[in-house]
């Protein structure tokens, strides 16, 4: 206690006392203590050993006037343990390297974790992986470092094929994997406390990820430091910079004379590691390829194309996770072992169909399977499975003949002659549903279709309520096949809805065309809007021939000719058809044919997903196309719109008429004014 008085003379002896007995609760302790404070006079300020600096906390928190929080002489955390080092008090693992030695198996200088049979010195890799830790695995059966001894009469589990169990975590509350299971506290690996430090680079108190020469360094600005490239101050090239230490570093590792860290062994790139000695990109094409080959080694001819595009991803780590957790990841390497047959039917069979679709449109974008319309096939299987749930046999035979002949068969003409990315087949469906209800309304009444007279349509469609007249295609085949007679049922009133106004238009449209910080894929898309009034599913399913360059000018098909489009518009849509294409899900081709690609692999984007990312952006879609159409209707002559945005020729003249524009006397008006003498 007279040393601890001696040290610290700014507390009165009661204290220093009090801070003795609670830093050396026992005579060991004590005696260690004593010892310390013998040996060197300053080990309070040192706070090594581990019971001097228990005691100078113990102090500090009774108001000690002298006495700093003791810090690592190395890496400066507080809070740690320290032990004598060379330069003051150090934590264990700064100490650790301070007696780092050559490993006697990898010859690597790093901190001795154990001693050999002949007392070499060996670092933690090399026991860990040395033959005494290797056992056979009774999961895997194969050897390889326990992690879990067996006892009781359990086998051996080796690092490979341990799992953590599972438990309600103390701190979160999610059933996760989690240390101290059989614990009342247990706590998942998101949860874990971690020690902070301030970063050298931010000054944000962080977990660090690595320790410079600067000091510790948080993940994020590892990241940043590791992606860092300058032109270097010697030799000019684009290096990442680390001399001299800290954020202004300007010079290479090669011209500093430093050993080059965090390079890839593949490709020689300078970056943050995914995995050993191997960056994202390298770990992406290894690992897809390892899959795809089923464990021959050999990728398949016919899935090299597959294989490349799942290589080309923007974002290597966005295809990594999918690789290692997507659903349709396993139904490819299923695919490439040879389990599964590429083929649409195996794909149909799937009992993972959302996955099974995503693979579908990935395999069609690489050339293994022929083009599919996905929707009318979906639509057909819907089918089926709705008359398999028909109970009445007459009424399952005429929703088949109905929607076989005459649903199905126009849906079929119709994806065959437009060739469109999608065909829409809600409006079927509708009318499919609505057959089927209808009959078994007529059923409930005791009523056959055959029997039905007009007086039951209008108790129908004053009961069935909205959709009811979807009926109207039912009764008119099924007259038409002499199964009923003909029905007069009105045919749904047409919404015209509500169009914003010109000023507000030209605001958003001078929004889209000047405000950068809207991405391009919005601000092309509602120019496509508000300036043409084209509607989500064309807007959609616009492709990249469809803008041309003629000189500086930049043109867009919309119809059957070419539309000159503004100086700034033109910009966005060479720089869409460039690089601003974010939006694209794992497997998609690097070239797409799609103005506005989508998630799914070689498909455009849906236009119910177009529409809500414009609406979030405060565009009104439908009120904005129906100003833009009559404006342009006012004054284009109904043939010429038509013509020029590629609208049926009877819609143009609803605009027309809609706008309240007449161009009845057009031609005359022509014929009058100008003249057409030959030569003049």
């Known amino acids: 206690m007279e040393l601890a008085a001696a040290a610290?003379?700014?507390?009165?002896?009661?204290?220093?006392?009090?801070?003795?007995?609670?830093?050396?609760?026992?005579?060991?302790?004590?005696?260690?203590?004593?010892?310390?404070?013998?040996?060197?006079p300053g080990a309070l300020a040192s706070g090594a050993p581990p019971t001097a600096g228990r005691l100078a906390a113990e102090l500090i928190a009774r108001g000690s006037g002298t006495l700093r929080v003791p810090a690592c002489a190395v890496c400066g955390r507080v809070g740690?343990?320290?032990?004598r080092g060379d330069g003051g008090g150090v934590c264990q693992r700064c100490r650790a390297w301070q007696l780092a030695a050559a490993c006697g198996v990898c010859g690597k200088v790093k901190?001795?974790?154990?001693?050999?049979?002949?007392?070499?010195?060996?670092?933690?890799?090399?026991?860990?992986?040395?033959?005494?830790?290797?056992?056979?695995?009774?999961?895997?059966?194969?050897?390889?470092?326990?992690?879990?001894?067996?006892?009781g009469g359990q086998p051996d589990i080796c690092v490979n094929c341990y799992r953590l169990p599972a438990a309600g975590c103390s701190a979160c509350g999610r059933i996760r994997p989690c240390t101290f299971a059989a614990t009342s506290q247990p706590v998942c690996k998101q949860c874990a406390p971690r020690a902070t430090a301030i970063c050298a680079r931010c000054g944000q108190d962080r977990p660090p990820t690595a320790?410079?020469?600067?000091?510790?360094?948080?993940?994020?600005?590892?990241?940043?430091?590791?992606?860092?490239?300058?032109p270097c101050a010697s030799c000019g090239q684009m290096r990442r910079p680390v001399s001299p230490p800290?954020?202004?570093?300007?010079?290479?590792?090669?011209?500093?004379?430093?050993?080059?860290?965090?390079?890839?062994?593949?490709?020689?790139?300078?970056?943050?590691?995914?995995?050993?000695?191997?960056?994202?990109?390298?770990?992406?094409?290894?690992?897809?390829?390892?899959?795809?080959?089923?464990?021959?080694?050999?990728?398949?001819?016919?899935?090299?194309?597959?294989?490349?595009?799942?290589?080309?991803?923007?974002?290597?780590?966005?295809?990594?996770?999918?690789?290692?957790?997507?659903?349709?990841?396993?139904?490819?390497?299923d695919l490439g072992a040879g389990r599964i047959a590429a083929t649409h039917q195996a794909l149909d069979q799937h009992p993972r169909p959302r996955?099974?679709?995503?693979?579908?449109?990935?395999?069609?974008?690489?050339?293994?399977?022929?083009?599919?319309?996905e929707e009318l096939a979906r639509a057909e299987q819907w089918l089926a499975g709705l008359l398999a749930s028909m109970t009445v046999p007459e009424h399952r035979r005429l929703v088949r003949a109905f929607a076989t002949w005459q649903v199905i068969l126009r849906l079929r003409r119709t994806s065959q002659a437009r060739r469109r990315p999608r065909t829409y087949t809600a409006r079927a469906?509708?009318?499919?549903?609505?057959?089927?209800?209808?009959?078994?309304w007529l059923g409930a009444r005791g009523t056959t279709l055959p029997a039905c007279r007009q007086a039951d349509i209008d108790d129908w469609l004053t009961a069935a309520g909205p959709g009811a007249a979807d009926v109207r295609d039912f009764l008119a085949w099924a007259a038409r096949q002499g199964h009923c007679q003909l029905f007069d049922i009105p045919r749904p009133p047409r919404r015209a809805g509500t169009a914003i106004g010109d000023s507000q238009r030209w605001d958003l449209v001078t929004r889209l065309l000047h405000d950068d910080s809207i991405q391009v894929t919005d601000r092309v898309a509602g120019c496509l809007v508000?300036?043409?009034?084209?509607?989500?599913?064309?807007?959609?399913?616009?492709?990249?021939?469809?803008?041309?360059?003629?000189?500086?000018?930049?043109?867009?098909?919309?119809?059957?000719?070419?539309?000159?489009?503004?100086?700034?518009?033109?910009?966005?849509?060479?720089?869409?058809?460039?690089?601003?294409?974010?939006?694209?899900?794992?497997?998609?081709?690097?070239?797409?044919?799609?103005?506005?690609?989508?998630?799914?692999?070689?498909?455009?984007?849906?236009?119910?997903?177009?529409?809500?990312?414009?609406?979030?952006?405060?565009?009104?879609?439908?009120?904005?196309?129906?100003?833009?159409?009559?404006?342009?209707?006012?004054?284009?002559?109904?043939?010429?719109?038509?013509?020029?945005?590629?609208?049926?020729?009877?819609?143009?003249?609803?605009?027309?008429?809609?706008?309240?524009?007449?161009?009845?006397?057009?031609?005359?008006?022509?014929?009058?004014?100008?003249?057409?003498?030959?030569?003049?």
């Not at 700014?10 to 026992?26: G, M, Q, Y």
């Not at 740690?80 to 032990?83: I, T, W």
């Open 8 to 40: 610290d003379r700014s507390l009165p002896r009661e204290a220093v006392a009090a801070a003795v007995d609670a830093a050396a609760p026992t005579g060991r302790a004590m005696s260690c203590l004593a010892a310390a404070l013998a040996a060197d």
């Open 80 to 83: 740690k343990p320290l032990f």
């Open 111 to 151: 901190p001795v974790c154990g001693r050999g049979a002949s007392g070499q010195p060996v670092c933690e890799v090399c026991r860990r992986g040395g033959p005494a830790r290797h056992r056979a695995c009774g999961a895997c059966g194969k050897t390889a470092p326990v992690a879990l001894r067996g006892r």
């Open 211 to 230: 320790r410079w020469p600067e000091g510790p360094v948080c993940d994020t600005c590892y990241t940043a430091a590791l992606r860092r490239r300058v």
């Open 246 to 333: 800290g954020p202004d570093a300007d010079t290479c590792a090669s011209c500093a004379g430093l050993p080059v860290t965090s390079m890839c062994a593949d490709c020689g790139t300078e970056d943050k590691m995914f995995e050993k000695h191997r960056c994202a990109r390298c770990s992406l094409q290894r690992r897809a390829a390892a899959l795809l080959s089923g464990g021959t080694g050999q990728v398949p001819g016919e899935l090299a194309a597959v294989l490349t595009a799942i290589c080309s991803a923007r974002n290597p780590r966005t295809a990594l996770n999918w690789l290692r957790a997507g659903a349709g990841a396993a139904i490819l390497a």
């Open 355 to 373: 996955a099974a679709g995503y693979l579908r449109q990935m395999l069609i974008a690489g050339g293994v399977l022929p083009p599919r319309d």
């Open 429 to 440: 469906r509708n009318m499919i549903s609505a057959a089927v209800r209808f009959l078994s």
């Open 530 to 680: 508000l300036l043409f009034g084209q509607n989500m599913t064309r807007v959609a399913a616009t492709t990249t021939s469809q803008v041309t360059r003629h000189g500086d000018d930049v043109y867009v098909q919309l119809g059957q000719h070419e539309i000159p489009v503004p100086s700034a518009l033109g910009s966005l849509l060479l720089t869409l058809i460039a690089d601003g294409k974010p939006n694209t899900g794992t497997g998609t081709p690097a070239v797409s044919q799609w103005l506005f690609p989508g998630l799914l692999p070689g498909q455009p984007i849906t236009p119910a997903r177009l529409a809500g990312r414009l609406r979030a952006l405060g565009i009104p879609v439908q009120a904005g196309r129906r100003a833009a159409l009559t404006g342009l209707a006012a004054q284009l002559p109904a043939a010429v719109l038509a013509d020029t945005l590629g609208l049926q020729p009877a819609t143009a003249v609803r605009w027309m008429h809609d706008a309240g524009a007449d161009w009845n006397r057009y031609a005359a008006d022509l014929a009058r004014t100008r003249n057409h003498q030959p030569g003049e």
